[in-house]
């Protein structure tokens, strides 16, 4: 079973709800997708038991064989090949490593080579669970090679908890993609509806079954709810904010352990998933 937690923008309260879930389900692997800036391990604290490079390929040219032909550049969907009549040349940070350029090469003027684009960490959580997350290094613009790499290293575990990134990007269909269910973590602000709202049109795109979780409940407006109601959304949990736990969070600590009334909070948040999830695949 994969539970992907996701958000319309940052700063919901997603990483909140994936780890504290996670810390009242030891059994389950938590994973964190959000490769441009993983903040999960701040949290969860893991020790870390293995490292590995994550690379790509990327396309160079021989200007002696090269004819200046521009197939190359026409062929590439991406855009990463920029071909004069004088000079062909690659943009290694555009190009998706699909190979295409060379194929259609006439002259195989077209190698490739390797660089890194990043890394992932694999270990065992403070709080007992395995945990696995990516870093994409910076000036990087995709992170996908290193989410797919990610879930492929915890495809056979029986829970997996999917700390996805904000918004719709690739990244985020990338990291959501063939998961079980979703929860949507959002605030009751204009802001926090609106960019919800992308977020309930992509799963149901990609058909994964959702419900709402609200952060920060009792700080905005009601748009939210109504917005629920309209949509059929169910709302499985509200969050209220306390001073105590943004404390908390800013130290680096989980609410589930500083505070009783968040783990009650949470233990039935995991309830109401589990019921869920019972009904959505019973039927």
Known sequence: MKIAVLSGKGGTGKTTVSNNLAALMTEATIIDCDVEEPNSFIFLKPTVEKEEDIC?????????????????????????????????????????????????????????????????????????????????????????????????????????????????????????EGCDFAIIVTEPTPFGVSDMKMVVEMLRSMSIPMAVVINKAGLGDDEVYKY????????????????????????????VDVSEEKRISFTQLWGAIHGIIEVTYDH
Do not use: W
């Open 228 to 255: 629920c109601h309209d949509e059929k959304l169910e709302i499985i949990g509200e969050i209220s904010f306390d001073k105590t736990i943004a404390e908390a969070y800013a130290k680096g600590e989980l609410a």
């Open 56 to 176: 790509v390929e990327y396309p160079v040219v021989d200007d002696l064989r090269c004819k200046h032909c521009k197939k190359c550049a026409a062929f590439c969907h991406y855009n990463a090949i920029i071909a004069g009549t004088l000079l062909t040349l690659p943009m290694k940070e555009i190009c998706h490593d699909c190979g295409g350029c060379a194929i259609v090469c006439p002259e195989s003027a077209i190698e490739y080579q390797t660089r890194t684009i990043g890394r992932i960490f694999s270990g065992r959580a403070v709080t007992g669970n395995k945990m696995v997350y990516g870093v994409l290094n910076p000036g990087e613009l995709s992170g996908v090679r290193i989410i797919n790499q990610v879930k492929k290293i915890v495809q056979n575990d029986p829970i997996v908890i999917v700390d996805s990134p904000p918004g719709t990007s690739c990244s985020t269909v990338a990291a959501v």
